[in-house]
């Protein structure tokens, strides 16, 4: 009768620990995963990364001595991060504009399937993350935190640079709590804070991106027209919806185009293979997107092509990124083969 009970009243406290560990850990779960993708640059492996930060803090949760249970678990993401990109090949992911000089003529080859590229994030996954921050440390709202251009910009950085940026800027944590969970010194994380400030201020000369706004009425239908101009295969709308200095890149293919006339010539070839067009509206990065489906010759089904990220300026587009990696419309929670109504 006493094992009985003694087990039974195990299983009591147990599941006590366990609701106060969900109760405390699961509202912080988004947060934790945008996070990871922002150390990581992927959304596949923030998803990991997440899962093994949960399972750690859960395991090490009955030696957690109070305190801030939040700076915790970021602590164990963050060194979970910092594991996961020691043991890669490159610590770096990254967008064709940033390997090489503007392609003149259509690709050749094949896909640089072997590159570590960028992923876009679904806005429908920044649900519920609080979207202002009181602490007066923090310098990038969130909302330009989690821009494409940004998060490529913070790929460039060494980790434990792109450690303190997103902490201390991002986040607004002090430089002594980023020092306590890195291990080091407050000095040593200033220094590595102003060195990730410095290589940031190359690609933002005035401190920060442009603060991204919802699109305004004018930009909405500039959106619409982008995506009869997709379906109708109306190359001039197109390219007139562009800014003159407009930029294409489309990994995982490591050519990219800079300009109205070479994105025109590109499209110009590349949409003569297509038999049809649906665009799907979405949202990523806190930017306008779309998930386009295509068919040809040889499937005549509408099938997954790319999610297309797009920067507004003004009454223009100034960047397209078109992921062509259709295992990616799943985090948009999109089917591969779009039923034709």
């Not at 909405?220 to 709308?237: I, K, N, T």
């Amino acid at each position: 009768m006493f094992e009985v009970m003694t087990a039974s009243k195990a299983e009591q406290v147990a599941a006590r620990t366990n609701e106060a560990f969900e109760r405390l850990a699961e509202p912080l779960r988004r947060e934790i995963k945008l996070h990871c993708y922002r150390m990581l640059g992927s959304v596949h492996e923030a998803e990991d990364l997440v899962q093994e930060t949960y399972l750690r803090a859960w395991r090490g949760f009955d030696g957690f001595e109070g305190g801030l249970f939040r700076a915790w678990l970021y602590k164990i993401a963050t060194n979970a991060c910092l594991n996961a990109l020691e043991a890669r090949k490159s610590a770096q992911r990254v967008l064709p504009d940033q390997m090489g000089s503007p392609a003149i003529g259509m690709p050749d080859g094949v896909p640089a399937t072997e590159v570590a590229w960028l992923e876009p994030y679904p806005d429908s996954q920044l649900e519920s993350i609080a979207d202002d921050q009181p602490n007066p440390e923090v310098r990038y709202a969130a909302r330009e935190a989690v821009q494409l251009a940004f998060v490529a910009a913070i790929q460039q950085l060494p980790p434990r640079q792109r450690v303190a940026l997103l902490l201390c800027d991002v986040l607004g944590w002090a430089a002594t709590e980023t020092a306590t969970l890195l291990g080091g010194s407050t000095a040593s994380v200033n220094s590595a804070l102003q060195r990730a400030r410095e290589t940031l201020a190359t690609r933002y000369p005035e401190g920060r991106p442009l603060a991204v706004a919802r699109p305004s009425v004018a930009q909405q239908r500039l959106l619409d027209r982008y995506l009869r101009a997709w379906e109708d295969h109306d190359l001039d709308g197109f390219v007139a919806l562009l800014k003159e200095d407009a930029t294409f890149t489309m990994p995982p293919w490591l050519q990219w185009y800079a300009g109205r006339e070479a994105i025109r010539s590109f499209f110009a070839i590349a949409w003569q293979s297509c038999r049809g067009m649906r665009v799907i509206p979405a949202a990523a990065n806190g930017q306008p997107a779309f998930a386009v489906y295509a068919r040809t010759d040889a499937d005549p089904r509408f099938t997954a092509n790319g999610i297309h990220v797009l920067t507004l300026e003004g009454d223009r587009i100034a960047t397209m990124t078109l992921f062509l990696e259709p295992r990616m419309f799943e985090m948009f929670g999109l089917p591969l083969v779009l039923e034709e109504s």
